[in-house]
């Protein structure tokens, strides 16, 4: 099939495959395929034939596309000693024919002659499953850069031409025993048989051919680039999405620092192996999210002596269940998350369960002594749907609004300050309160801060961290909580891990403290069992707030 650059040669295992035999026969058994368009048997050669000297009778039957187009031959060739070819052997040899055809069509990609990606991953298990380590292979991720611009400005047909031309461009340089595939709309899987230093050669040369695509249409220079990420198979893992993933990983690498270049999986490059990490965690935090397997636990939150506040918080973690049933924190997931998009639908199931999980307290906590604060992400600050979506769910609950507080981070406030005003703004009037989240990280969070209605500021665990051998991180901690009593603002300090960190923290003027020194997490369900405890004692003690902080990325 010259159009997918399809040439296979298969025996009966008695002698080697002549190899030669298609060179000189192809061009006149697809001519001849394309004119008669039915099989086709030559049991003996002229002597001036146009095939020249061959000793072997020939079968040809035409391969039809399902347009009815000649796309190739097959062809069996049977030694002259041999028997004849009868009609018989032709329908036969027609009804193999229609069935390469159903293959071939459902194994490669029509548009670059490639793999489709099922075809291709069927030869790289049969890659990793014949793998005896005499053989290197090397996995080749390809994107071809901003294609949806040349879509745009040039039409899809343009951007299907580049495709197709870069589909040749890889047929062509493949080396023997390589193959690839067209794995989705702009994406290329290779697997060469080579080294890592000769995948990477191959790789730049791939790149700089595709910079010769470019072309000028009328006016305009259309320009064409692909990104390349490289890495040696693991032919260990077993399965493919881990023997690939690196690859993949170091070709959104490549993206991220520019584009058009060639980046190779390095395993003491930081930035690659959390790229790694999140993309095999990705797959499993989908599922978690599609089953549901989340919970959120408390953590305590205390004020120290002498705090105008008087009453303990609680601050909500989420927890990821995984196939095994293992409990996995946020620092495992949180980053693929946001990687993949995903943290939308975090956000939403966080919303739904406090309030699913709070409803049947509704009578113990109508009379305000203790509020819950629930975060979302930055994500969902720049989803338009958000807004109305969130207003919406705490009117439904049938629960008081000013028992919420909504937790949003400062870089993710101070990066859609618009938005982020006109939301907290919404949710103030109302009676909700809203805390800014990891406070003192940002670069202008002075500046900000006076236009956004906030009620509390969770001091950034970094600093109070360092309190005890960093002068300037206690007196920002200090600055802070100054800054914020002048203003009626309440201060939580976070990661307050040792009852040394927990007593400085105690004279800089905060509120509030959390971390382990003060409680450990526990499971929501289990604090909401002892709340008519804890509404009693903090009436007893005439508190004056309570804030139960619940988060997404703690």
Not at 5 to 30: C, E, F, W
Not at 50 to 77: D, E, K, N, Q
Not at 369 to 392: H, K, R, W
Not at 505 to 521: E, K, N, S, W
């Amino acid at each position: 099939m010259p159009g997918k650059s399809i040439a296979m040669v298969r025996t009966n295992g008695k002698r080697p495959a002549d190899t030669q035999l298609v060179a000189r026969a192809h061009r006149h058994l697809l001519s001849m395929a394309q004119m008669r368009r039915q099989p086709v048997i030559i049991n003996k050669l002229a002597a001036n034939s146009a095939f020249g000297i061959l000793p072997y009778r020939i079968l040809s039957c035409p391969l039809h596309s399902v347009a009815g187009r000649t796309m190739g031959v097959l062809a069996l060739f049977r030694e002259e000693l041999g028997e004849n070819f009868t009609e018989r052997d032709a329908r036969l040899g027609d009804i193999l024919a229609r069935k390469t055809v159903g293959v071939i069509e459902s194994s490669y990609d029509a548009l670059s002659g490639l793999y489709m990606r099922p075809a291709f991953e069927h030869r790289v298990r049969a890659v990793v499953a014949n793998n005896n380590g005499a053989r290197h292979w090397s996995a080749l991720y390809v994107d071809v850069d901003q294609l949806h611009v040349i879509n745009d400005n040039f039409g899809m047909h343009v951007g299907d031409g580049v495709l197709g031309r870069l589909g040749e461009l890889v047929r062509e340089r493949l080396p023997p025993g390589g193959f690839g595939a067209r794995i989705s709309g702009d994406r290329f899987a290779l697997l060469l048989p080579t080294q890592l230093d000769d995948a990477e050669q191959f790789a730049e040369a791939l790149r700089l051919g595709a910079e010769q695509l470019g072309t000028m249409h009328g006016d305009a220079r259309l320009y064409v680039s692909i990104s390349v990420g490289v890495a040696l198979l693991d032919t260990e893992a077993g399965e493919l999405m881990h023997s690939l993933a690196a690859a993949e990983t170091a070709c959104k690498a490549a993206k991220d620092r520019g584009r058009n270049r060639v980046e190779v999986y390095q395993s003491n490059d930081l930035s690659l192996v959390r790229r790694f990490a999140d993309i095999n965690i990705a797959a499993q935090l989908r599922e978690a999210i599609d089953a549901g397997r989340f919970r959120l636990d408390a953590q305590l939150i205390l004020p120290f002596a002498g705090s105008e506040n008087a009453r303990p918080h609680y601050e909500l973690l989420l927890r990821m269940i995984d196939d095994e049933g293992k409990t996995r924190g946020p620092d495992r997931f949180m980053s693929a998350a946001n990687r993949y998009q995903l943290m939308p639908v975090i956000d939403r199931w966080v919303i739904d369960k406090a309030i699913e999980l709070l409803k049947p307290h509704a009578q113990l906590l109508a009379g305000k002594a203790v509020s819950f604060a629930i975060n979302f992400s930055g994500q969902s600050l720049n989803d338009e749907t958000f807004p109305d979506l969130l207003l919406e769910r705490i009117a439904a609950s049938g629960l008081d609004p000013e028992l919420f507080c909504f937790e949003l981070t400062e870089n993710a406030t101070v990066g859609s300050i618009a938005r982020a005003e006109s939301l907290i703004r919404r949710l103030r009037r109302i009676g909700c309160g809203v805390a800014l989240d990891d406070f003192g990280t940002g670069f202008s969070s002075l500046s900000y801060l006076r236009q956004l209605p906030v009620t509390m500021l969770k001091i950034d665990g970094s600093f109070v961290r360092d309190v005890l051998k960093d002068p300037r991180a206690e007196s920002m901690v200090r600055a802070i909580a100054q800054m914020a009593r002048s203003m009626s603002l309440a201060t939580v300090a976070e990661y307050v891990e040792t009852e040394e960190i927990r007593t400085r923290i105690a004279t800089l003027g905060v509120d509030y403290g959390q971390g382990f020194a003060i409680g450990r997490p526990l499971p929501l369900v289990d604090v909401l069992e002892e709340l008519p405890v804890i509404v009693a004692a903090s009436a007893a003690a005439h508190a004056v707030d309570e804030t139960v902080i619940v988060r997404t990325h703690a």
